[in-house]
């Protein structure tokens, strides 16, 4: 295991989460979240913590619960 995937993803690989977090979606289903892992080079599991830690930390911002989920996310 390289020290990239253990210290979280890439600049670049970042930039690719952000861009489907913001543009495409930020409840991707699990087809959706695999394309975007590919695209990243990032595993599933790793794609699916960062959007989860992604969303705590928009929600926050947003003034929202982290945790909330309601129908019109």
């Not at 990239?4 to 913001?22: K, M, W």
């Not at 695999?34 to 794609?47: D, F, H, M, N, Q």
């Not at 992604?54 to 996310?73: K, Y």
């Amino acid at each position: 295991m390289s020290a990239e995937t253990a210290s979280g993803p890439t600049e670049d690989q970042v930039e690719i989460l952000e861009y489907n977090f913001n543009k495409v979606n930020k409840h991707p289903d699990p087809t959706t979240l695999c394309l975007i892992a590919a695209e990243a080079g990032l595993s599933e599991e790793e794609t699916q913590k960062w959007f989860k830690q992604r969303l705590a930390q928009w929600r926050r911002s947003e003034g929202l619960p982290s945790e909330c989920r309601s129908v019109t996310d």
